[in-house]
Each structure stands twice: as structure tokens, then as C-alpha cells.
């Protein structure tokens, strides 16, 4: 038996916005609503308006059954649009146009890396439906003296993407997410860095307690909060003697809580029926194969070709194709400077932690390949140290100068002079007599006498040789103690 409270199962209804589309799901609006004044980019369609009819948009049929194919579900051969019957303001036509019973695809998996091994996450169906409007409030929903509706996004190709609840932890939530965001940038049907791309809502059910939704968080950062948020509220609940009621729950950013929005609808509540307008759809063989071929690389298998053709380990690769922004990144930089190892650790050690303190990502950021490529070959042609090339990405992310530019302008290079490198050590050496001394009797702090002298010269001194003057200074104290 289940202990009360421990064992957690999360499923995710992930709601991913086909932004390769130029119009929207069933009208020829353009898909391209992000920072258009307020319900401009609707017509009779998108607004649900009486005798209005919709057209499905073939294109959005394709892209989701890419991403079905992606996710290793199969492919029903017949799909059918159904009427999710209810009211909210954000769904001015009473009904939204979704699936049922006859998705695009049905049990597929993605494996995802969890703590050192491989999990399977099942993937229940991923279906097409049409994106509500957005409901605007002045601070937070639920101190907001008005709710504003704009009905642009109203009507965009949606694709709804639910997992079997196997889900354990937040943190597996959020790898999960990870990897399903890397999977359609590499098929190139959705750009999670548009505002709203790709929502999700979380159902959580702890033992002994009902099953909370929360909808509509807007990052993976948030999905992994929320979760975390919800089981301490279900545990602390059941731990008090409490029952944890079946209802939806809104994610407040703001206040980072979770608070009730409802209680949970029942498939039954929404009514469904077949939309009468749009006729069932048939998916041949022939059609299913044309995408099938088409299909482009996806991350398992560019993590695979990046051990294999570069020769990185698998850390490395997962964590280049973790985002495809940064695997073409990669790529793009390894053709400028073929050495591949030297590329991956600038990337990864040095340029990935410039970013994440600076809040980038690799895309919005100065630095370019081109700018990592010229740090790469000045390591290798030992004419600047490592300390020197974190700082020359520094500046490259922050004012997208190129590294050959910022080594004339700031007179920078490094230093390899044997006699002038003897002499800043005797300086260091001078100037941190307790320093020294610890030295003599701990190896490590030899270190911190080569870090002071790399500070002395800005970064500039070859660390080998700053680290062979000054293990050799130590170990002559040494003898001359000894003696």
C-alpha cells in the first residue's frame, strides 16, 4: 500500500502553438498576432460570428503529424474534429474546435535522461485544436479590478501533447519539457521563444488525494515551481487530516502560489460532439509517408552523430542538442574553427555561464560563432590564456565586439616571457609572505600563489609556466627549511 502523501504521479497536457503556419487553424487570418494592437487580427471565423464556417488549414494536418511521427505514436488513419462545448470569455463562440476520440496520433514515448538513466515517458495523444484568446488582467488575476479580452490569438493551430501520468518529480517535469521543446525546434514547427508558443497544464495526485490541475503556466521554470508548490500544499493538507479536493488551480507567478480557480469539469461536462462543418479527415499511407520521409534529424540522433563525428562525450552532446539554437550554434562555430573539443568546452563551460548570470539565451545573445571561433584559435595558438578567453566572451556577449579587436584595443596578450614571468612571482611572493608560508605546508594553496599573479597580470601570464616558477620557488623554501 501507498504511503499517504509520498507517491507522486504527474501527467502534462502540453499546448504547443504550430508557429510554422502563416494563417491560422481554420481562417486564412495571419498567424503573426504578437504585437498587433488588440483584435485586429480577427475575422467572422476566429470569432465564432453566426454563419461563419471554418476551413482547415491542410498545412497544420502535416506539421502535426510530424510531431506525432516525432514522438513515436501512431498514426490513426482516421482523425475527426469535435465541438468542446463551454463558456469562458476568452471563447466568445461558446464551443472550441479540438479532438476526441480520433486524434492525429496516439501512444507514443520520448526518453528522457533522469538522474544517469533513461526514463520513458508515455505520450497519451496529440491531438490539433484551435487556441482560445488571451485573457489580460492588471497585476494578478486575482486582484484585478478588470479582465481585458484580446482575441487575436484566437484561432491559432494549437497541438495538444498529453503524457500517461508516470511523471515522478518536478525535476523529471521539467526534463521532460526540455526535451519535447528540442524535438519540434528540430522538426521546426513550433519557436518556444515567442511570447505564449508553448503552455502547459499539470494534473498532480499524491497519494491519498484527488487530482489538481494547474493550467496555463508559461515556462518550464514555472512548470517545475508549481509542481513543487502543489505537492507541499497536498501533503500539508493531508498531513493536517485534510482531503485534497478535485479542482483546477491557477500557477501566480506573481505571488509564486497556487490558487483555485474552479472545480474540475469531467469530459462529460464539455458535451463533446462532432463539429458539423468540417468533415472527418482520412490519412492515406501515401500521405503518412511522404512526412515520414521528410522528416529532419532530430536530437537523439544529433547527440549520436555529435559523439561519433566530433568525438564528445554524451554529456556534452545532450547538452548541446538540449536546445537547437545551440547545437546549430555549435556546429556553425566548429565550421569556423575545426577543433571540436575546444569548442565544446568554450561553449559549454565558459559561454553557457556567462549567459544563464546575464539571463540570455544563445540566440538573443552578441556573441556569435564567430566570436567563440576566434577565442578558440587564440587558445590554440597559445596567444591568450584561459582566464583571457572567458573574459574576451564576456565581451563578446555583452557589447558583440570580436576578441582580435578587444586584444589590440586593450594591449592584451599573453605573457610567456620566462624572465618576466620570474619576476612577478618573486613579486607575489614578496607581497603574501603568509601565503607562502602556507604553500610551504599545503600543495594546494600553490594554487592560490599562481591565481594571484594571474590576477597581477590581468589573466595574461601562461599558467604553466606562472604554476612551474612557482612550484619551484616553494619546493627551494622547502629544501632550504629542511636544511
Known amino acids: ?99 476526441y476520440d480520433y486524434p492525429i496520433g496516439v501512444g507514443g514515448k520520448i526518453s528522457v535522461k533522469v538522474n544517469g538513466g533513461v526514463k520513458e515517458v508515455g505520450i497519451k495523444r496529440v491531438h490539433l485544436e484551435e487556441d482560445p484568446g488571451k485573457l489580460v488582467y492588471k497585476g494578478s488575476i486575482e486582484e484585478s479590478p478588470y479582465t481585458l479580452v484580446d482575441y487575436n490569438r484566437a484561432g491559432i493551430a494549437l497541438l495538444e501533447i ?72 497536498q501533503r500539508s493538507l493531508l498531513r493536517m487530516g485534510r482531503t485534497v479536493e478535485r479542482e483546477t488551480r491557477h500557477w501566480d507567478e506573481v505571488r509564486q502560489v497556487t490558487a483555485s480557480l474552479r472545480t474540475k469539469e469531467e469530459e462529460m461536462d464539455y458535451r463533446y460532439f462532432p463539429e458539423p462543418d468540417l468533415v ?65 568546452h568554450l561553449i559549454i563551460d565558459d559561454l553557457l555561464g556567462i549567459l544563464n548570470l546575464k539571463g540570455l539565451s544563445i540566440s538573443n545573445s552578441k556573441a556569435k560563432p564567430e566570436h567563440v571561433a576566434q577565442v578558440a584559435g587564440l587558445l590554440d595558438n597559445e596567444l591568450i590564456s584561459i582566464k583571457m578567453a572567458k573574459y574576451l566572451l564576456k565581451k563578446a556577449v555583452e557589447t558583440g565586439s570580436y576578441p582580435e ?3 589590440k584595443a586593450e594591449g592584451l596578450k599573453v605573457i610567456t616571457d620566462k624572465k618576466r614571468i620570474e619576476n612577478l612571482v618573486n613579486q607575489v611572493f614578496k607581497e603574501h609572505p603568509e601565503d607562502v608560508e602556507a604553500a610551504v605546508k599545503d600543495d594546494k594553496v600553490i594554487h592560490h600563489l599562481v591565481g594571484l599573479v594571474m590576477k597581477l597580470t590581468r589573466g595574461q601570464a601562461d599558467p604553466a609556466l606562472t604554476y612551474e616558477y612557482v612550484k619551484r620557488r616553494v619546493n627551494q623554501l622547502r629544501k632550504t627549511k629542511a636544511t
Open 1 to 99: 500500500m501507498e504511503r499517504l502523501g509520498l507517491s507522486v504521479k504527474i501527467g502534462l497536457e502540453c499546448h504547443c502553438q504550430v508557429t510554422s503556419l502563416k494563417t491560422k487553424l481554420f481562417c486564412s487570418c495571419p498567424s503573426d498576432y504578437r504585437g498587433k494592437a488588440p483584435n485586429t487580427v480577427v475575422c467572422p471565423t476566429c470569432l465564432g460570428l453566426p454563419g461563419s464556417l471554418p476551413v482547415l488549414n491542410r498545412r497544420a494536418v502535416e506539421e502535426a503529424v510530424k510531431v506525432a511521427l516525432a514522438l513515436n505514436c501512431e498514426i490513426p488513419r482516421r482523425t475527426i474534429f469535435y465541438r468542446k462545448n463551454y463558456y469562458y470569455p476568452d471563447m466568445v463562440k461558446n464551443f472550441q474546435i479540438s479532438q
Open 162 to 233: 498529453v503524457t500517461e501520468p508516470v511523471i515522478k518529480s518536478p525535476r523529471e517535469a521539467r526534463l521532460f519539457l526540455q526535451k519535447l521543446q528540442s524535438i519540434l525546434e528540430h522538426l521546426g514547427v513550433s519557436d518556444s521563444s515567442l511570447e505564449g508558443a508553448m503552455r502547459c497544464d499539470a494534473n498532480i495526485s499524491i497519494a491519498g488525494g484527488a487530482r489538481i490541475e494547474v493550467k496555463n503556466i508559461s515556462s518550464f521554470k514555472e512548470v517545475e515551481k508549481a509542481l513543487a508548490y502543489e505537492i507541499i500544499r
Open 280 to 344: 472527418p479527415i482520412e490519412l492515406t499511407e501515401e500521405f503518412i509517408s511522404s512526412i515520414k520521409k521528410a522528416m529532419p534529424e532530430l536530437p537523439d540522433a544529433r547527440r549520436e552523430r555529435f559523439m561519433k563525428v566530433y568525438g564528445l562525450n554524451e554529456y556534452e552532446a545532450e547538452v548541446l542538442v538540449s536546445e537547437k539554437s545551440l547545437a546549430d550554434f555549435y556546429e556553425e562555430t566548429v565550421k569556423l574553427h575545426n577543433n571540436p573539443g575546444r569548442v565544446c
Open 405 to 407: 579587436d578587444i586584444l
